[in-house]
């Protein structure tokens, strides 16, 4: 965070500067289109990397003529603004922070945007953007490939001159061999006939017989930890209580094709069961976590953690159920959800040597299918699908072990044929998050659910389909009245009693409207409600805070 003394003078060497690559100013006095803010974002971040900025910046609520005037913005930013963006940009990048500052009794917002990070260009909705001096366009192609070519420099394929095979581990080589034949098996009859340094150099863990940064972090010693410095390699395993509080934890080292299995040790994989067969008294017994998906969590974590950070890979418990597996460093690919669909390797990864070395030992996927995998056990367990979260410059991936919602469950159940992209939907659908663009016109066009795309609920028909009375309930509290019902409740009221405060409304009607409404949603349709009677000059805003009928609001009230 910028302090507000040294904001405000920063505002002031603005206003004295043109418009570039890094800057622009707009206006904006209700705001802009969420996609024009994104391709905005795109651009600055992209030109700010290729300026060696730290930053550029985008400002609301001055004219983008020079010399600068203040108008002022109306723009109230989102709760979710950071978030709903980060979901649609490359490697989740999004604002870093949102300055609010006055000047001569006007508002003005300075956005924050970071620079894209080095080798990643930012892209939002598949398409890169830059600027031409004050334009944002299209990123050219040569603007491309000089951020690409800042990934050159792979960390992990780095030699460490003072490291020697002596500090790897025995045991890790012994099962780093194993893994390799079962990887590659046209090299099974061989490799009998190779010492430890020929099976280092052919699994493309050395390089020429030097020891590298990955023959260190997947087969060197505990005591060798040092010769990584300063970078760090660990894992921290954490339970944690429903609350949230820690109960137990331990931090493991290397050599990590040994120690990810003592993590995985220390997770509680205990069996799971469920009836959802009405038929039938017996229950599906299962493990909690399929095994698959914790391997391919925890080794993604090993294999895109930025070691340069100098943190732990972090492991997390919870014992309602849930898993968190959080490694520092930016998402590269566009989204979860583009992986998902195009189901092909990555073009780019942050430690290529690394990931090379772990895909012949056997431990991760890199044809792409690692992730959606993942994603297809859980559809098959009937159980909601991971959630990533890429904020804080980090990759946060979360792994239900249960099921929430048995509705849910019996939806999969009922309609297996279903594509993933559309469970990815309806899974957002019973966590009770927003869908895109795509998501939005998928499942309404299959009928599966109504409402709005930021507040959506199961339709008729699939609650219809699904049979349970307390659906059928749901349903209808997530069906809105018209807003005359609403505008009706409003009238009454302040009839009634002569007149009515903003909080008196909001308790009125907050438990009236949806449920599928968020408690600012809520807000802001009440908000919304009144602002159209007191167009229709049905209410005023009187004296002492409170609406008051108007003669028109009275006739409509009698009418009533």
Same mark, same amino acid.
């Given at each position: 965070m910028i302090a507000d003394t040294h904001i405000s003078q920063l505002l002031d060497t603005f206003l004295t500067r043109r418009e570039d690559e890094v800057l622009e100013f707009k206006e904006a006095k209700k705001g802009l289109q969420t996609d024009d803010l994104r391709k905005y974002i795109s651009a600055l971040s992209n030109e700010a990397n290729l300026r060696r900025r730290e930053c550029a910046w985008l400002i609301y609520g001055i004219s983008d003529k020079f010399p600068r005037k203040v108008v002022g913005t109306e723009y109230l930013v989102p709760v979710k603004l950071k978030q709903d963006i980060a979901g649609s940009m490359t490697a989740g990048l999004t604002i870093r922070?949102?300055?609010?500052?006055?000047?001569?009794?006007?508002?003005?917002?300075?956005?924050?945007?970071?620079?894209?990070?080095?080798?990643?260009?930012?892209?939002?909705?598949?398409?890169? =953007?830059?600027?031409?001096?004050?334009?944002?366009? $299209?990123?050219?192609?040569?603007?491309?490939?000089?951020?690409?070519?800042?990934?050159?420099?792979?960390?992990?394929?780095?030699i460490i001159e003072d490291a020697t095979i002596d500090d790897l581990d025995p045991q890790a080589i012994a099962v780093a061999k194993v893994e390799f034949r079962k990887r590659n098996p046209k090299y099974a009859e061989e490799m009998a006939d190779w010492d430890d340094a020929t099976f280092l150099n052919k699994a493309k863990?050395?390089?020429?017989?030097?020891?590298?940064?990955?023959?260190?972090?997947?087969?060197?010693?505990?005591? $060798?930890?040092?010769?990584?410095?300063?970078?760090? $390699?660990?894992?921290?395993?954490?339970?944690?209580?429903?609350?949230?509080?820690?109960?137990?934890?331990?931090?493991?080292?290397?050599? =990590?094709?040994?120690?990810?299995?003592?993590?995985?040790?220390?997770?509680?994989?205990?069996?799971?069961?469920?009836?959802?067969n009405e038929q039938s008294l017996f229950p599906e017994e299962l493990l909690r976590y399929e095994p698959f998906c914790i391997r391919e969590l925890l080794y993604n974590c090993i294999a895109h953690q930025d070691y340069t950070k100098r943190a732990r890979i972090n492991v997390v418990e919870f014992e309602d159920h849930h898993l968190i597996f959080s490694n520092y460093g930016t998402f590269i690919p566009l989204s979860i959800e583009r992986v998902i669909q195009a189901n092909a390797p990555e073009e780019s990864y942050r430690n290529p040597f690394l990931v090379e070395?772990?895909?012949?030992?056997?431990?991760?996927?890199?044809?792409?299918?690692?992730?959606?995998?993942?994603?297809? =056990?859980?559809?098959?367990?009937?159980?909601?699908m991971p959630d990533y979260d890429f904020s804080e410059g980090k990759v946060k991936a979360t792994l239900p072990g249960c099921i929430i919602s048995e509705d849910f469950a019996r939806l999969l159940q009922q309609d297996s044929e279903l594509p993933l992209q559309t469970v990815l939907a309806l899974d957002k659908v019973q966590k009770q998050q927003p869908l895109n663009d795509e998501e939005w016109k998928d499942v309404k066009t299959r009928g599966l659910v109504e409402g709005r795309k930021t507040a959506p609920y199961l339709s008729h028909n699939t609650v219809e389909m699904l049979e349970t009375d307390e659906l059928k309930e749901q349903y209808i509290r997530n069906k809105a009245f018209d807003n005359s019902y609403y505008k009706k409740l409003i009238l009454s009221y302040i009839y009634e009693w002569e007149h009515a405060t903003l909080p008196q409304l909001e308790q009125l009607l907050t438990n009236k409207l949806p449920d599928s409404y968020t408690p600012v949603q809520k807000k802001r349709k009440i908000s919304n409600l009144l602002a159209e009677l007191r167009r229709d000059e049905c209410i005023i805003w009187g004296s002492g805070k409170v609406w008051q009928l108007t003669t028109k609001g009275y006739e409509e009230r009698l009418k009533l």
């Open positions: 922070e949102v300055y609010e500052v006055e000047r001569n009794g006007k508002r003005v917002l300075m956005f924050q945007i970071p620079a894209a990070p080095k080798g990643i260009p930012i892209a939002w909705n598949g398409h890169y =953007f830059g600027r031409n001096g004050e334009s944002t366009c $299209a990123l050219s192609i040569d603007k491309i490939e000089e951020i690409r070519r800042q990934t050159d420099d792979d960390w992990s394929a780095g863990l050395t390089r020429r017989g030097k020891i590298t940064r990955t023959a260190l972090i997947l087969l060197g010693k505990d005591e $060798a930890e040092h010769l990584l410095s300063p970078a760090v $390699a660990k894992i921290r395993w954490n339970l944690k209580t429903v609350k949230n509080e820690d109960k137990d934890y331990e931090i493991f080292g290397i050599p =990590f094709i040994l120690t990810s299995e003592d993590v995985y040790r220390k997770i509680r994989n205990l069996k799971f069961r469920y009836i959802l070395a772990m895909r012949n030992l056997n431990m991760i996927e890199t044809q792409g299918g690692g992730i959606r995998k993942v994603y297809t =056990f859980q559809r098959n367990r009937l159980f909601p």
